[in-house]
């Protein structure tokens, strides 16, 4: 886990192109970096998430984007949204419950 130091209450003024260069400098750093998540969902980040997996080739999750593919999964829902990263891009068929 690597972390940018900004206070708490400063993370949404933070730029999401200087966060995306802060990823790219951390995972440039690693030796096998396998997927990026991003903790928070104070950080305005949406944007930068398919940017960054197609430079760097790896997952990468936010979390609000995660919940998003959560309700989906819950609600038996198969709507996928492009342009934010392949977790809703690629949104895995789901078997339909049983009527009851």
């Not at 400098?25 to 960054?52: C, F, H």
């Not at 891009?89 to 049983?98: E, Q, S, V």
């Amino acid at each position: 886990m690597d972390g940018i130091d900004v206070p708490f209450s400063k993370v949404q003024d933070v730029p999401s192109s200087q966060i995306a260069a802060y990823i790219k400098s951390s995972v440039a750093k690693q030796a096998n970096v396998d997927a990026i998540y991003m903790l928070g969902s104070g950080w305005r980040t949406i944007d930068i998430v398919d940017p960054l997996e197609r430079e760097l080739g790896i997952p990468v999750v936010h979390p609000v984007l995660a919940r998003a593919w959560e309700i989906q999964k819950r609600l038996h829902l198969h709507d996928p949204v492009p342009g934010y990263g392949r977790l809703l891009a690629r949104l895995p068929d789901l078997p339909r419950p049983p009527a009851r």
